[in-house]
């Protein structure tokens, strides 16, 4: 079993960056594919970024391609989403998940998800 926990979250002018933390617990994680997601309120969870358990596959929603990027680290149970150039349309709480099989797009294919931390973009 895999437990998340993410930081890094906060409030930030548009054009700004924040790198989101996903810290795991458990000696599997470098098994795992990790997703990051978001949703925003009245929206439903949306998918931004998975990378595969090696870290040697990524793939990214259209609407951060450019901007965003995940990463991880197996030897420090890490992954990071670090964000560029954010808009007020980013802002939501941030989750990340842990995958069995593959590093999916699809939220109901996660296996394990974090309590999420809130982003702010202000205008």
């Known amino acids: 079993q895999v437990q998340l926990v993410e930081s890094g979250g906060g409030l930030v002018q548009a054009g700004g960056s924040l790198r989101l933390t996903c810290a795991a617990s458990g000696h599997t994680f470098s098994t795992y594919g990790m997703g990051w997601f978001r949703q925003a309120p009245g929206k439903e969870r949306e998918f931004v970024a998975a990378i595969s358990w090696s870290g040697g596959n990524t793939f990214y929603a259209d609407s951060v391609k450019g901007r965003i990027t995940i990463s991880r680290d197996n030897a420090k149970n890490t992954v990071y989403l670090q964000m560029n150039v954010l808009k007020p349309e980013d802002t939501a709480v941030y989750y990340c998940?842990?995958?069995?099989?593959?590093?999916?797009?699809?939220?109901?294919?996660?296996?394990?998800w974090g309590q999420g931390t809130q982003v702010t973009v202000s205008s």
């Open positions: 998940a842990a995958a069995l099989t593959g590093f999916p797009s699809r939220a109901y294919e996660y296996d394990y």
